[in-house]
């Protein structure tokens, strides 16, 4: 199944509320970013701190575009904390880091408008 991340891209397939309640989205905060030149497409490696129960995890994120790698720490994220881990190149990306795409194509970081405490579940 290929995903689109245009605005113009149809609606998913319906899914059970029990289905959506398996996906398990938590708020944590980077607490370091690095380059990752060895990425396909630009990307920045993070550090994330989701709070006592899940700690701190790694994601590869291609945010590059919009993020300036010294804003990013202390930023608050939403990821994805329950999927397998998943090798990115030479890195092992541990969550999922949610973004929309902008107006040209490139991810913006899905985030609280609000800081909630790192480990804050989605529902």
Known sequence: MHLSHSPD???G??????AFLKVDIRIGTVVSAEE???ARNPSYKLLI???PVIGRKKSC????????IDELPGRQ??????FPPRQIGPAMSEVLTLGF???????????????????????
């Not at 994220?77 to 329950?82: F, K």
Request: charged letters at 25%; zero cysteines.
């Open 101 to 123: 795409a902008d107006g040209e194509g490139e991810v913006v970081m899905f985030a609280p408008d609000v800081k909630v405490p790192d480990g804050s579940r989605l529902f």
């Open 61 to 68: 994120a291609q945010i590059v575009a919009n993020y300036p």
């Open 49 to 51: 701190d989701f709070g």
């Open 9 to 11: 891209a149809p609606e």
């Open 13 to 18: 397939d319906e899914i059970t509320f029990d």
């Open 77 to 82: 994220v939403a990821a994805v904390v329950n």
């Open 36 to 38: 990752f030149p060895e």
